[in-house]
């Protein structure tokens, strides 16, 4: 099994700040599998990044998906309110699948 | 618009079983399939398996595979999870969520199925 690294577990930040989330894996990860979700308080999780760098849609393009092999990156460029939350990374190949274990971005 | 709407609030005992589900609209549902995920309170996303809606195909968690069994019924669009022999681990939030067609990436999501597992 894949396991997925998350860093760093919190992340504090103020709004117009610039936000990098790390995500490595175990072993190599095909870039067509590796996704990054955004989960708020009492919501369902919401699909950001799909394919390691292609915008689900509707989603501002302030964020955007990096990556390859092991090491995967999700940054937002300029911070809105509505952008402090858990995210997690996410690999869906076909024989395998797992969670990241979450980056909580909050207002510093 | 796609839509899952899931099956509300379950208390269980230890040993007893539970059976969720996921009613789809809005899109072909043999045309895709469904993830099931869980969260423990105050804890992150535990891939439990999925479905095909289209042949039926099943994947499990390996940690789950004895005491999951996954369903679809197409003449409802409606998906099922069934968690037998529940513990108080079992305690979380469950979520479906759509994938596919080509593949198995959750993109909508059910709002969630909160199931207690308490004596």
């Known amino acids: 099994e894949i396991v997925l690294t998350q860093s760093p577990g919190t992340l504090s930040l103020s709004p117009g700040e610039r936000a990098t989330l790390s995500c490595r894996a175990s072993?190599?990860?095909?870039?067509?599998?590796l996704a990054w979700y955004q989960q708020k308080p009492g919501q369902a999780p919401r699909l950001l990044v799909y394919?390691?760098?292609s915008r689900a849609t509707g989603i501002p393009d302030r964020f955007s998906g990096s990556g390859s092999g092991t090491d995967f990156t999700l940054t937002i460029s300029r911070l809105e309110p509505e952008d402090f939350a858990v995210y997690y990374c996410h690999q869906y190949d076909w024989s395998s699948f797992t969670f990241g274990q979450g980056t909580k971005l909050e207002i510093k | 618009q796609v839509q899952l709407v899931q099956s509300g609030a379950e208390v269980k005992k230890p040993g007893a079983s539970v059976k969720v589900s996921c009613k789809a609209s809005?899109?072909?549902?043999?045309?895709?399939?469904f993830t099931w995920v869980r969260q423990a309170p105050g804890q992150g996303l535990e891939w439990m398996g999925y479905i095909s809606a289209y042949n039926g195909n099943t994947m499990y968690a390996h940690n789950l595979r004895d005491r999951v069994t996954m369903t679809t019924d197409t003449s409802t669009s409606t998906a099922y999870m069934e968690v037998r022999s529940l513990t108080s681990d079992d305690t979380a939030v469950y979520y479906c969520?759509?994938?596919?067609?080509?593949?198995?990436?959750?993109?909508?999501w059910g709002q969630g199925t909160l199931v207690t597992v308490s004596a």
């Open positions: 809005g899109y072909t549902f043999t045309s895709y399939g």
């Open positions: 072993q190599s990860v095909t870039s067509t599998y």
């Open positions: 394919g390691a760098s």
């Open positions: 969520a759509r994938w596919g067609p080509l593949e198995p990436l959750p993109d909508y």
